[in-house]
């Protein structure tokens, strides 16, 4: 909470207060929010998401490995989760993931029962890998940056932005758009635009590639100068 302020002002129940005689060092700070965060279960500092969470303002977990394990968690519109990693799911429970906001993260990872839905005007910012299990289902509707996936991606009126996609890559939706440099599965074009990239632009397809009448090659041809 903070004061002079009527937005920023907590509402509820003091479970715990620890009072000190001395200042506490950075360190000792540290470990006493851990400490606090496990014992109450306070995700923001944890990183663990086990109970139905919707995030409804940014939160900055840059540090840290982040689990949801909730069956259904939501980033709203407009807002940031930054994180070292994420891994959502634990293998067993079905799991509702719905991201309208933005992620940053180094690696994600989505386990098998998982739904997960990228909403349009949603942003993910991977920087590592994005690693989906066979038994988990992922639909794009919104921008995908990352530099490598592991598995089978749907792309839905959506952006998406790879060096290499380890799967297979379904394209739906006419304002759906991909830059991909190799996908080792099929690439299917139901919709939506192919765009390999800078004058010229290569994409490798390591098997079928099956384009419809509703969806485009875009070739850039690189002319003498």
């Known amino acids: 909470m903070q004061r002079y302020t009527q937005e920023l002002q907590?509402?509820?129940?003091?479970?715990?207060?620890?009072?000190?005689?001395?200042?506490?060092?950075?360190?000792?700070?540290?470990?006493i929010n851990s400490y606090l965060a496990r014992k109450w279960n306070i995700p923001h500092i944890?990183?663990?998401?086990?109970?139905?969470?919707?995030l409804d303002h940014d939160i900055n977990l840059s540090n840290v490995d982040v689990e949801v394990t909730a069956s259904k968690f939501n980033v709203n519109n407009n807002q940031t989760l930054t994180a070292k990693t994420i891994t959502v799911g634990n293998g067993n429970e079905t799991l509702d993931i719905v991201i309208s906001g933005n992620i940053e993260v180094d690696d994600f990872k989505l386990n098998s029962n998982v739904n997960f839905n990228s909403a349009a005007g949603s942003n993910l910012n991977i920087t590592g890998t994005l690693t989906i299990d066979?038994?988990?289902?992922?639909?794009?509707?919104?921008?995908?940056?990352?530099?490598?996936?592991?598995?089978?991606?749907?792309?839905?009126n959506g952006y998406l932005k790879s060096d290499y996609v380890n799967g297979s890559l379904s394209v739906q939706g006419t304002s759906s758009r991909?830059?991909?440099?190799?996908?080792?599965?099929?690439?299917?074009?139901?919709s939506g635009v192919l765009a390999p990239g800078d004058s010229p632009g290569i994409t490798v397809i390591k098997k079928n590639y099956i384009q419809n009448s509703n969806a485009t090659l875009e070739i850039e041809i690189a002319g003498n100068n």
């Open 134 to 156: 066979d038994d988990a289902t992922a639909i794009f509707k919104g921008t995908v940056n990352a530099k490598r996936i592991n598995g089978d991606v749907i792309i839905e």
């Open 178 to 190: 991909i830059a991909v440099d190799e996908v080792k599965q099929d690439l299917i074009m139901d």
């Open 10 to 31: 907590a509402n509820g129940d003091l479970f715990e207060v620890i009072v000190f005689n001395r200042n506490l060092s950075i360190d000792e700070l540290a470990d």
């Open 46 to 54: 944890t990183g663990i998401f086990n109970n139905d969470f919707e």
